[in-house]
């Protein structure tokens, strides 16, 4: 294309703010906004050259081809997009929103409907990897909506990750990052069951964990949780209350296709007596500490 | 040493006989004997050299410094040492016996005391990698025993294995198995859980496949038994009932030491339904067709 597309980003969070940063390293013309605009304010100023915050979410979507939303749920996604003075008021038809949010297959569909009404694409985008792979623009995108409104906002993608996969229609993306939750969480789990288990039995748990990563019990989430486990690190790189949001997504979803998963849900339980016991804010890891109240003192 | 040390190997199934191949290439005077002499003789004849066939346990035992076993569980192992003209009649005092079956620590430690009493060691050394490894000598061994004995062994591990990891004393070996067992088993579950959702949401298996490998979500099972799936190759490699074995020890060592395991615990409940239906002795990734069933038509 001629001139590079004008990027927005709404939400500026743990995963907006380094994806943001990524969009303006790579050379695009950024607009940001965020609910508190002292906080897109202090971000374009960081970023410098030519991004600029705004106080409204219109002002962003008049003044860009793509529209990247990172938000925590779809309420908030519904109110960036539809609410007073929202996103959708400005952007102009052929515009494409490009939404990273972990939300409902169903309210993507939905989201992209009426702004296909608008002449404007969605592609539901959620994302994994991380914070750390935000910061390093490794992010994993899982993609539903158009082909070709991808295509036109791949430049955008591969500033922010390094998988981009199209899985099918709107909805699509959403339903691939709530498979990849399903791996995670039932992942977390056996990992926490080893790491128990291993600890109460008395074996050494540094060589223990050398040897597991060796064969068929690898998985990132030994690799990388169990090692904060050992160290009895438990701040959170993903918090049990986002996971817990996921998984709820996740459950209502496979219960309305007819899909049982009691792995899942016996995870989204333990994370909710983590949750009573007031850590929803650690890291999912902290799930060991559940199995360590459960078994013999 | 002067001489290398003489080998005997007793169980030559899917693990103990290319264990046993191996072994003869590194060029250990081989001597082998299982439950049907003939499987004995036959694979003496196609390593040929020095290898040598017996009938007796105990004739094996006589002519090893170092004898591996490879058997199902620990009533196998205790008649083929302690059986009329079983191995331990044979053993000379300084002896090392490698037990690479799975089976509970406590039937380790037992087994260690009564061949202590004659002074021969007892290394349990259960592995991880499944015929693949024992074919490519790539074994895991998770080791309980006299450090000591096994550093006078570990030319035998190392002709067999790539990682061998002492983890303390008799019956260790054993419980860092079904640590790696927990993970193994927990992974699986995800697994099927994460391709049956996926396959039900209509989403396109391979594209999935390679997204997920690249974050978080990732592990063995998922790199190697999620392909499986995809291509509907239900064969075992590590079957159902074989798993099973392994997470009833598990369990009872669990709720013995007062860890509750509740995810290994669904998990073995779940491949149960898979014996009932007569699928034992398909691969454990035939847990897929469980949640097909489960589901919607």
Redesign the interface.
């Known amino acids: 294309m001629a001139s590079p597309l004008r990027v927005g980003v709404i939400g500026l969070g743990t995963m907006g703010a380094p994806m943001a940063r990524n969009l303006a390293k790579a050379g695009f013309r950024l607009s940001v906004a965020t609910r508190t605009a002292a906080k897109a304010e202090a971000l374009a100023a960081e970023i410098g050259g030519e991004a600029k915050a705004f106080e409204r979410f219109s002002e962003v979507g008049r003044r860009c081809d793509a529209l990247v939303t990172c938000l925590p749920d779809a309420p908030e996604v519904e109110a960036a997009l539809f609410g007073p003075s929202g996103a959708a008021e400005g952007l102009a038809s052929g515009a494409i929103v490009i939404d990273c949010s972990t939300i409902a297959?169903e309210s993507a569909r939905a989201f992209a409907a009426r702004l296909f009404a608008r002449g404007v694409f969605l592609l539901d985008a959620p994302v994994?990897?991380?914070q750390k792979?935000a910061i390093e623009g490794t992010l994993?995108f899982?993609v539903g909506g158009e082909a070709a409104a991808l295509e036109r906002a791949r430049p955008v993608f591969e500033a922010m990750g390094?998988?981009v996969?199209?899985?099918?229609p709107s909805g699509?993306g959403q339903?691939?990052k709530?498979?990849?939750?399903?791996?995670?969480?039932?992942?977390l789990?056996?990992?926490s069951?080893?790491m128990?288990?291993?600890a109460?039995?008395?074996?050494?748990l540094p060589?223990?964990h050398?040897?597991?990563t060796?064969?068929?019990?690898?998985?990132?989430?030994?690799e990388?949780l169990g090692k904060k486990m050992i160290a009895r690190d438990f701040a959170p790189a993903?918090a049990i209350k986002h996971q817990q949001k996921d998984l709820a997504i996740?459950l209502r979803?496979?219960r309305e296709?007819?899909?049982?998963?009691?792995?899942?849900a016996?995870?989204h339980q333990?994370l909710s007596a983590l949750e009573a016991q007031g850590k929803g804010d650690e890291g999912t890891q902290a799930l060991l500490t559940l199995?360590e109240r459960?078994?013999?003192a």
Do not use: C, D
């Open positions: 297959a994994s990897g991380g792979g994993t899982f390094k998988r996969t199209h899985l099918g699509a339903l691939g709530a498979t990849n939750q399903i791996l995670v969480a039932g992942n789990m056996a990992l069951e080893a128990a288990f291993a109460k039995v008395g074996l050494p060589a223990l050398e040897a597991l060796g064969g068929a019990a690898n998985s990132w989430a030994l990388v993903f996740l979803t496979a296709k007819g899909v049982p998963l009691p792995g899942a016996l995870v333990l199995y459960l078994g013999r």
